[in-house]
C-alpha cells in the first residue's frame, strides 16, 4: 500500500508568516492528491484537490504545488483563524490513506 | 443541499460488531461517480481512512482493517452502512462518512458531522 509522510508534525508560526507543509507519497500518484484542514473541534473541510486547485471559497492565501510522489501547501500569509490541522490524503486509488498530520500553531 | 449523516450506537462493548450507518441527501449513492467512505478519528489523533464504496456497487478497504470491515449500501434507504467486527477499545472515534465525486474534486468533499463511539466493557 501507499503510505503518505507528513512533515513537519507541528510547526508554530508569527502572522503573517509563510507556512510550508509537505507531504510524501512512496509511490507515483500523479496529482492526485488533496489537502484538509481540520480547525480544532471540527469536521474536516476539502482544501485543495488535483494538488494545486483551491476549493470555492478558500483564501487565495492557500496555495497547494506537486505531482507525482512530492507535495507541498502552503500558507503565503499566515492568520489567526488558520489555526488547525492539516492533512493530506491520496485518492487516485483505493486505499485512500491520510497523512499524519501537521499541527499549526500562532507563535 | 448534500448533506450526511451518521447515525449509530454511543457505546460499544469489546468483542460485539459495531454498525454505523450514514443517511444520504441531495444525491443518490448510485449516480455514476458517486462514492461515500468512512474515515475514523480516535480522541487527539489523526484521521484514518477506513472504507469506500461506489456507485457500481465495488468495495475498498483499509488493508490493515480489511478482515473486519463490511462496507454496503441500502439503495431504497440512500444509505452507507459500514460494520467493524469484534471491536476493541482502540476502536474509540469519531466516525465520519463522506462524498467523494469522481467526476466532481475526486477527493471527500462533504463530510458528515461525525458520530462518536466509544468502545468500553
Known amino acids: 500500500d501507499i503510505q503518505m509522510t507528513q512533515s513537519p508534525s507541528s510547526l508554530s508560526a508569527s502572522v503573517g508568516d509563510r507556512v510550508t507543509i509537505t507531504c510524501r507519497a512512496s509511490?507515483?500518484?500523479?496529482?492526485?492528491l488533496a489537502w484538509y484542514q481540520q480547525k480544532p473541534g471540527k469536521v474536516p473541510k476539502l482544501l485543495i484537490y488535483?494538488?494545486?486547485t483551491l476549493q470555492p471559497e478558500v483564501p487565495s492565501r492557500f496555495s497547494g504545488s506537486g505531482s507525482g510522489t512530492d507535495f507541498t501547501l502552503t500558507i503565503s500569509s499566515l492568520q489567526p483563524e488558520d489555526v488547525a490541522t492539516y492533512y493530506c490524503?491520496?485518492?487516485?486509488?483505493?486505499?485512500?490513506?491520510f497523512g499524519q498530520g501537521t499541527k499549526v500553531e500562532i507563535k | 443541499q448534500v448533506t450526511l449523516t451518521e447515525s449509530g450506537p454511543a457505546r460499544v462493548k469489546p468483542t460485539q460488531t459495531l454498525t454505523l450507518t450514514c443517511n444520504v441527501s441531495?444525491?443518490?449513492?448510485?449516480?455514476?461517480?458517486?462514492?461515500v467512505g468512512w474515515i475514523r478519528q480516535p480522541p487527539g489523533k489523526a484521521l484514518e481512512w477506513l472504507a469506500l464504496?461506489?456507485?457500481?456497487?465495488?468495495?475498498y478497504y483499509s488493508s490493515s482493517l480489511k478482515t473486519r470491515l463490511t462496507i454496503s449500501k441500502d439503495t431504497s434507504k440512500n444509505q452507507v452502512v459500514l460494520t467493524m467486527t469484534n471491536v476493541d477499545p482502540v476502536d474509540t472515534a469519531t466516525y465520519y462518512c463522506?462524498?467523494?465525486?469522481?467526476?466532481?474534486?475526486?477527493?471527500?468533499?462533504?463530510w458528515g458531522q461525525g458520530t462518536m463511539v466509544a468502545v468500553s466493557s
Open positions: 463522506a462524498r467523494a465525486f469522481v467526476s466532481g474534486t475526486g477527493a471527500f468533499d462533504i
Open positions: 441531495g444525491f443518490l449513492v448510485t449516480t455514476s461517480g458517486m462514492c
Open positions: 464504496i461506489d456507485w457500481d456497487d465495488d468495495k
Open positions: 490524503q491520496k485518492y487516485n486509488s483505493a486505499p485512500r490513506p
Open positions: 488535483a494538488a494545486s
Open positions: 509511490q507515483d500518484i500523479s496529482n492526485f
